[in-house]
């Protein structure tokens, strides 16, 4: 999908891109510790941190994903974007306090370091767990958002899928190495803002383009009458199981993010939740409803012209937007793709740095070379994210709900039981690690199985049933906080 005017869309997308170098420069001078690497010192403005744990959040899948699937099924992808604003919810008002409380209290920065220090598990063995799920899941989830980074950009500018993606890999892992968290955290906050004009930008411009909002609904029922149910035609199972149940189960996900929660772990003090949940819930609805519009809203311009839905953001944007505006888009794709793989590369290599070599292998080790090791495993990682990426053929969508649904189901029982429940224990939520992951990898890759309810469903009630199980049997060893 080329557009017109060409240089004047590169010239602002070079532009964004310059901007987040210049973060990554500036940054890089406030980033001396481990903990301002991997939290930012716990010291970021609340705002910044609520806007991009949403940036982080959403990815690629606001503005290739979720459009694509309402561009093909219709007003009906809108279940999943109803089980991403009740996850995101539940993640405010019930992980982000205690997490935060928690975590202070332990001094703990990351995810497996907080499970240890819950429960005093001095073999290790929780953070080994957990840590070896964040890196095979991240990567896996890297992967996936550099595959969408090189959709949008090899369809804009005409180059070649590889070459697009390790254009934007590049920029990424400068600024993710140079600032860390802090670099991390600011970029994704404008990424956000970006984000967010680009949902609101391009259905207004699509409704002006077709002469109101009554004429394009008939140009929608014209193409597709099933685009304005919200069963989306199906019927039985098909609507209540595949479609709603399984859409909404995406809600389920959130607590079990470490991209996400780390941001609850960053806040200054609890005192900050209330208010960053306001900002983040105020931005997450205008969010998804922008881009079920995007896609809705695009199904009467581009039904039977675009091979790949979920190049349906652009296409649309260049029907009609100017190319300034284009550009504008085009930036903020790519940023839904940034604002995610910043934070996964920061969240696998903090597991590395952190959980791995300064707890069990060189607990001396020095600040600056803790931070030297850091960047050296950001870059790591991003190499190989980059080379799974190469060989992934498969839909955004279905490749960010795998990775979505390993971590979820993984972390997500485990975590809110632990703060939730005095009685849960070390063994319970080793036992609720190990059944999630196993559950979602079975599960995804048994057709029969992923054919009937997103893996996420089943891999989230294994986990809270093992680990509630195995805790009962074990409560001789509670750690109390």
């Known amino acids: 999908m080329m557009v017109?005017?060409?240089?004047?869309?590169?010239?602002?997308?070079?532009?964004?891109?310059?901007?987040?170098?210049?973060?990554?420069?500036?940054?890089?001078?406030?980033?001396?510790?481990?903990?301002?690497?991997?939290?930012?010192?716990?010291k970021m403005k609340t705002y910044v941190l609520a806007l991009s744990e949403k940036g982080t959040d959403f990815s690629a899948w606001l503005l290739i994903g979720l459009p694509g699937q309402a561009f093909k099924m219709g007003i009906g992808a809108i279940w999943?974007?109803?089980?991403?604003?009740?996850?995101?919810?539940?993640?405010?008002?019930?992980?982000?306090?205690?997490?935060?409380?928690?975590?202070?209290?332990?001094?703990?920065?990351?995810?497996p370091d907080y499970f240890e220090s819950r429960f005093d598990d001095r073999s290790h063995l929780l953070r080994i767990v957990a840590t070896s799920a964040i890196v095979l899941f991240f990567t896996l989830y890297v992967s996936a958002q550099v595959v969408g980074a090189g959709k949008i950009l090899a369809s804009t500018f005409g180059i070649g899928q590889v070459t697009a993606m390790a254009i934007g890999l590049s920029i990424i892992v400068f600024y993710t190495i140079m600032g860390g968290f802090i670099a991390e955290s600011w970029?994704?906050?404008?990424?956000?803002?970006?984000m967010a004009g680009a949902v609101i930008l391009i259905p207004v411009?699509?409704?002006?383009?077709?002469?109101?909002?009554?004429?394009i609904l008939a140009n929608i029922r014209g193409v597709d009458p099933n685009a304005g149910l919200f069963t989306a035609g199906k019927t039985g199972m098909a609507l209540y199981i595949g479609l709603i149940i399984g859409s909404l189960a995406i809600g389920l996900g959130y607590p079990g993010q470490p991209h996400i929660v780390m941001r609850y772990m960053a806040l200054k003090s609890e005192k900050e939740v209330k208010k960053g949940m306001l900002y983040a819930m105020s931005w997450t609805t205008v969010a998804v409803l922008g881009a079920i519009m995007i896609g809705f809203l695009a199904i009467p311009f581009l039904r039977g012209q675009i091979t790949d839905p979920e190049h349906v953001t652009l296409a649309?944007?260049?029907?009609?937007?100017?190319?300034?505006?284009?550009?504008?888009?085009?930036?903020a794709a790519t940023a839904a793709m940034m604002s995610t793989v910043d934070s996964q590369l920061l969240v696998a290599t903090s597991a590395i740095t952190e959980d791995i070599y300064r707890k069990l292998i060189n607990p001396e080790a020095s600040q600056k070379r803790l931070v030297f090791l850091a960047r050296l495993f950001t870059l790591v990682i991003a190499i190989v994210g980059f080379i799974l990426g190469l060989g992934a053929t498969k839909l955004v969508y279905?490749?960010?709900?795998?990775?979505?649904?390993?971590?979820?189901?993984?972390?997500?029982?485990?975590?809110?039981?632990?703060?939730?429940?005095?009685?849960?224990?070390?063994?319970?939520?080793?036992?609720?690690?190990?059944?999630?992951?196993?559950?979602?990898?079975?599960?995804?890759?048994?057709?029969?199985?992923?054919?009937?309810?997103?893996?996420?469903?089943?891999?989230?009630?294994?986990?809270?049933?093992?680990?509630?199980?195995?805790?009962?049997?074990?409560?001789?060893?509670?750690?109390t906080t």
């Open 187 to 194: 970029t994704d906050f404008v990424q956000a803002l970006i």
């Open 205 to 215: 411009a699509a409704v002006v383009a077709s002469g109101g909002f009554p004429n």
């Open 316 to 331: 649309l944007a260049a029907k009609v937007l100017p190319a300034w505006l284009v550009g504008f888009i085009l930036a």
């Open 398 to 479: 279905w490749l960010v709900l795998y990775a979505w649904g390993g971590l979820a189901a993984t972390f997500g029982p485990p975590l809110i039981l632990s703060l939730k429940w005095k009685g849960t224990t070390k063994w319970g939520v080793f036992a609720g690690m190990i059944t999630g992951a196993v559950t979602i990898v079975v599960w995804y890759n048994v057709p029969v199985l992923k054919s009937f309810i997103y893996e996420l469903v089943p891999g989230f009630f294994f986990s809270l049933f093992a680990t509630y199980l195995v805790s009962l049997l074990t409560r001789k060893e509670v750690v």
């Open 80 to 111: 999943a974007a109803i089980g991403c604003w009740i996850g995101s919810l539940f993640n405010w008002l019930v992980i982000a306090t205690p997490l935060r409380r928690l975590t202070g209290k332990f001094n703990a920065l990351t995810v």
């Open 4 to 42: 017109e005017n060409m240089g004047v869309v590169l010239g602002v997308f070079i532009g964004y891109f310059v901007v987040m170098i210049l973060v990554g420069i500036i940054t890089a001078r406030l980033t001396k510790s481990l903990d301002d690497f991997i939290l930012g010192g716990r």
